[in-house]
């Protein structure tokens, strides 16, 4: 890494989500090595708003809004940004934003990684125009798989892909310290609380799990009465699942034990304050929000699919469902809630994740991946 002093990293939206967060945690590591970082947002947001306070140095470019003039506007504008900073590596985090800085990377001979964040179908290939990245890199092995079903290996370049998981530090997620404080905010004393946390979006299965809880409220043997049920997060994309969300409550009477927090800056405080955390996602490419549980020290039901079980099944406290079955989600959730693991348990699985998915082993793979493009 000693040739290598600055690299661009180019964020895919305003907002933070799970991608944007691990872009944070590639800042902090490179700045700690000594390295130059810039990072380049599509749009003003709380995601700037966080960089800023981080103290990690940015730049808002927006996008190109429609027809060819704009494109070409955005491409100059990029391109002499691109020039200014004199990166040797623009690290692009989705393939959605990869487009113009592929082609900017093509014509200056700087090295580009397009990190695959999300699922990829064969139309998003554009997005690459003529350049392939000199590195792609995949947040898991099932990413990688069903990109492969959906793109021909050839096309891809597959001998220039690797997977490399997110690095987390625990430090930033296991803050016991919070609990009684964060729960005085939730409104909660002695209740035993559940909670979701992440945006609201389609596909991350809160429609299913809400319609699961008064279920679970009549199974559990774990004072149902105490049983409280909360969702952290935003409907970033606007799509319409909030307001399903708050009308199904309604429609289920369960405005008296279920509530609604937005978006926390500040993580480690929520996941202190569960008793249980629920990721009931349809589909995950990696699913952050299961490692971040795991550091936590909390007790974990997921879903039993993508991403989330290639994280989860090699730990012994998290329980595993079949989201598409109602009845598998009641059995499973009130067999956790009725027999939650041992603190001692939930330790061992804290350490193990926090050895794997530390900054010496997957940061460590990253700096390979970088000093390998120029070998």
Same mark, same amino acid.
């Given at each position: 890494?000693?040739?290598?002093?600055?690299?661009?990293?180019?964020?895919?939206?305003?907002?933070?989500?799970?991608?944007?967060?691990?872009?944070?945690s590639?800042c902090?590591?490179?700045?700690?090595?000594?390295?130059?970082?810039?990072v380049?947002?599509?749009?003003?947001?709380v995601?700037?708003?966080?960089?800023? +306070? *981080?103290?990690?140095?940015?730049?808002?470019?927006?996008?190109? %809004?429609? #027809?060819r003039l704009?494109s070409? =506007?955005? !491409?100059?504008l990029?391109?002499?940004?691109?020039?200014?900073?004199?990166?040797?590596?623009i690290?692009?985090?989705?393939i959605?934003?990869?487009?113009?800085?592929?082609?900017i990377?093509?014509?200056?001979g700087i090295k580009?990684?397009?990190?695959?964040?999300?699922?990829?179908?064969e139309?998003a290939f554009?997005?690459?125009?003529?350049?392939?990245?000199?590195?792609?890199?995949?947040?898991?092995?099932?990413?990688?798989?069903k990109?492969?079903?959906?793109?021909?290996?050839?096309?891809?370049?597959?001998?220039r892909?690797e997977v490399?998981?997110?690095?987390?530090?625990?430090?930033?997620?296991?803050?016991p310290?919070?609990?009684?404080?964060?729960?005085?905010?939730?409104?909660?004393?002695d +209740? *035993?609380?559940?909670?979701?946390?992440?945006?609201?979006?389609? %596909?991350? #299965?809160?429609?299913?799990f809400? =319609?699961? !809880?008064p279920?679970?409220?009549?199974?559990?043997?774990?004072?149902p009465?105490k049983l409280r049920?909360?969702f952290?997060?935003?409907d970033?994309?606007g799509s319409g699942?909030?307001?399903?969300?708050?009308?199904l409550i309604?429609?289920?009477?369960?405005?008296?034990?279920?509530?609604?927090?937005?978006?926390q800056?500040?993580?480690?405080?929520?996941?202190?304050?569960?008793?249980?955390?629920?990721?009931?996602?349809?589909?995950?490419?990696f699913?952050?929000?299961?490692?971040?549980?795991?550091?936590?020290?909390?007790?974990?039901?997921a879903?039993?699919?993508?991403?989330?079980?290639?994280?989860?099944?090699?730990?012994k406290?998290?329980?595993?469902?079949?989201?598409?079955?109602?009845?598998?989600?009641v059995?499973k959730?009130?067999?956790?809630?009725?027999?939650?693991?041992s603190?001692?348990?939930l330790?061992?699985?804290?350490?193990?994740?926090?050895?794997?998915?530390?900054?010496k082993?997957?940061?460590?793979?990253l700096?390979?991946?970088?000093?390998s493009?120029?070998?």
């Open positions: 890494m000693k040739k290598i002093k600055k690299i661009m990293l180019v964020a895919n939206s305003g907002k933070i989500g799970g991608g944007n967060r691990s872009l944070i590639i902090q590591e490179l700045l700690v090595l000594g390295k130059e970082v810039r380049v947002l599509p749009a003003i947001g995601f700037k708003q966080e960089l800023d +306070e *981080l103290g990690i140095d940015n730049a808002v470019i927006g996008t190109s %809004g429609c #027809g704009a070409i =506007k955005l !491409i100059i990029q391109l002499a940004y691109v020039l200014r900073f004199g990166p040797q590596i690290h692009v985090n989705d959605h934003s990869f487009k113009f800085y592929g082609l990377g093509k014509l200056t580009t990684v397009c990190h695959m964040r999300h699922f990829v179908q139309e554009n997005y690459f125009l003529s350049s392939l990245p000199d590195k792609i890199v995949f947040n898991s092995t099932y990413n990688k798989n990109t492969l079903n959906n793109i021909e290996e050839n096309k891809l370049a597959i001998n892909s490399i998981y997110n690095s987390f530090i625990k430090e930033n997620y296991f803050k310290d919070t609990r009684a404080e964060q729960r005085n905010i939730f409104g909660y004393t +209740e *035993l609380v559940v909670g979701v946390v992440g945006n609201i979006n389609p %596909g991350k #299965g809160h429609i299913v809400l =319609k699961s !809880i279920a679970i409220i009549k199974n559990s043997n774990n004072n009465e049920f909360i952290v997060g935003e970033v994309t699942i909030y307001k399903e969300c708050k009308d309604g429609d289920l009477g369960l405005d008296k034990v279920v509530s609604f927090f937005p978006f800056n500040d993580i480690a405080p929520v996941y202190a304050a569960l008793d249980v955390l629920v990721i009931p996602s349809e589909e995950e490419p699913g952050r929000v299961a490692v971040e549980g795991l550091l936590a020290k909390r007790p974990i039901a879903a039993n699919n993508s991403g989330l079980a290639e994280i989860l099944s090699a730990y406290t998290p329980v595993l469902f079949d989201v598409q079955s109602s009845e598998d989600v059995t959730l009130c067999g956790l809630i009725d027999n939650l693991p603190s001692e348990s330790g061992i699985d804290q350490c193990m994740a926090s050895d794997y998915f530390s900054s082993e997957q940061f460590g793979q700096c390979s991946a970088y000093i493009l120029f070998e």
